[in-house]
């Protein structure tokens, strides 16, 4: 009865760790390398798919960080108004980092390939 249950899933038991680690930050380039050379399979091919996805997140987060670094000193000299812009960038940076993350979570567990606005153009680079 338990192996009907998963038999639907596109991913294999053993492969839960590398679908977590592929919207894990910089630790997506584990599942990304470690299935680089193994896409003719489905089931691999689907872990490979969300490490590059969750690899283009990382990488526009980090991006992202550098940018907001430099604008929110620039926006330091800028009293209160820039505090509050400064303060507000690195809120909106934590809620793509997170929110991608977490929605990755969802849909690469759900079975589903459901491409991020934005990022999975990012993504289709990494081929």
């Not at 338990?2 to 053993?14: F, I, L, Q, T």
């Not at 987060?61 to 000193?73: E, H, T």
Request: some cysteine; aromatic content about 18%; charged content about 15%.
């Amino acid at each position: 009865m338990a192996d009907e249950v998963g038999a639907g899933k596109p991913y294999s038991d053993e492969d839960k760790i590398h679908l977590f680690l592929a919207y894990f930050g910089i630790f997506s380039l584990i599942p990304f390398f470690m299935f680089k050379d193994k896409r003719s399979d489905p089931q691999k091919e689907y872990v490979y798919w969300h490490a590059r996805q969750g690899l283009a997140l990382a990488l526009v987060v980090f991006v992202l960080c550098i940018v907001f670094m430099f604008g929110g000193f620039v926006l330091a000299f800028i009293p209160v108004v820039g505090w509050l812009l400064s303060c507000l960038m690195w809120v909106i940076l934590i809620v793509i980092a997170w929110g991608g993350a977490i929605m990755g979570w969802i849909k690469a567990f759900g079975g589903t390939k459901w491409e991020m606005p934005g990022i999975s153009k990012i993504a289709s680079m990494f081929n």
